[in-house]
């Protein structure tokens, strides 16, 4: 998906949320509709921050991926606790006991909650980390994809473990002496 100018020069318009997409110490501001697709997002998002010519993730030498597809979202595990860190913006496919103890799944690939911010309950001003997708090595699991390659068959970033996520948020503690 390309994303135009026009696309990231649109103003905000009374139904959209604002999302900020936090990565080291930078954030990236984008107003979009509550039912617009991860997907277009991350196309907004890769977009966005190629039209301020950065060649490389902020603060390091991790190159800007190709595609959107190659990026991950991620969300505090606790919004009132940035300590507890971010999880990755995926909900896993899971039984739960239902009202009158009927078995249901909720969550997988193609799950509402997984396709739009409001699915996943993003509301205006909701911190959403990014970061490269990570590739476990054989024998390891991410939670949705066991492939060592991106949609394209681009060879991805083996680990063996996951990497967490890069976000520094601002502190207003007073420093020690």
Same mark, same amino acid.
């Given at each position: ?20 997409? =936090? ?18 997002? !991350? ?5 966005? +921050?190629?039209?301020? #010519?950065?060649?490389?993730?902020? #603060?390091?030498?991790? *190159?800007?991926?190709? %595609? ?5 979202? $991620?969300? +505090?595990?606790?919004? /009132?606790?940035?300590? !507890?860190?971010?999880? *990755?913006?995926?909900? #896993?496919?899971?039984?739960? +006991?239902? *009202?009158? $103890?009927? !078995? =249901? /799944?909720?969550?997988? =690939? ?11 309950? +993003?509301? @205006? ?5 990014? /970061? ?9 699991? @991410?939670?949705?994809?066991?492939? =060592? %390659?991106? $949609?394209?068959?681009? *060879? ?9 996520? @890069? ?11």
């Amino acid at each position: 998906m390309t994303v135009s100018v026009e696309d990231l020069a649109a103003l905000p318009m009374p139904d959209m949320i604002t999302l900020l997409f =936090k990565f080291h110490k930078s954030t990236t501001v984008l107003s979009v509709l509550p039912t617009t697709p991860f997907t277009e997002i !991350k196309a907004l998002l890769l977009a966005a +921050l190629q039209s301020r #010519n950065l060649k490389y993730l902020p #603060n390091t030498t991790i *190159p800007l991926p190709e %595609t959107p597809q190659e990026l991950e979202f $991620g969300v +505090l595990a606790d919004k /009132r606790d940035p300590s !507890k860190g971010w999880v *990755p913006l995926y909900i #896993n496919e899971q039984e739960t +006991l239902g *009202p009158k $103890g009927v !078995k =249901k /799944r909720i969550g997988g =690939k193609s799950s509402v909650l997984n396709e739009s911010p409001l699915g996943a309950g +993003l509301t @205006d001003g909701s911190l959403v980390a990014y /970061r490269i997708k990570a590739f476990y090595k054989e024998g390891q699991k @991410d939670g949705h994809d066991n492939d =060592k %390659t991106s $949609g394209e068959g681009t *060879p991805g970033i083996e680990i063996d473990e996951d990497p967490g996520w @890069d976000v520094v948020l601002p502190s207003f503690e007073d420093e020690g002496e």
